[in-house]
């Protein structure tokens, strides 16, 4: 389960430093700061999901949901988005390390 969560926090991390790079070199030709909101970056990949995953939240899980909460989320930066995410998984994977040494468990 862990090497699952870890894996999950992997891929977030590498989407964050993909939209992170998208943006600056979208920022460099544009000689202005272009920061993607992720509900635009989603629905310039997939529109259909984008609408899909309205309607299930919609309807299966709350109304109420989508309008605050979820459109708050796509109006975020698409990197900061996936770096919340890969922090998240990580730390649920997280686990103390063993203490090492002959006295370590008092």
């Known amino acids: 389960m ?7 926090s992997m891929i977030a991390l590498a989407l964050a430093v ?4 998208i943006d600056a070199i979208k920022s460099v ?3 202005e700061v272009v920061i993607s909101p992720l509900g635009a970056v989603w629905f310039g990949l997939s529109p259909d999901s984008l609408n899909l995953a309205q309607a299930v939240i919609q309807r299966n899980v709350h109304p109420y949901l989508w309008d605050p909460i979820m459109q708050w989320i796509l109006l975020q930066p698409a990197w900061a988005v996936f770096l919340v995410l890969s922090l998240f998984f990580y730390l649920i994977a997280w ?3 063993k203490p090492a040494g002959r006295f370590a468990a008092r």
């Open 2 to 8: 862990r090497f699952l969560l870890r894996a999950i």
């Open 18 to 21: 993909i939209a992170g790079v």
């Open 29 to 31: 030709a544009a000689s």
């Open 95 to 97: 686990r103390r390390p």
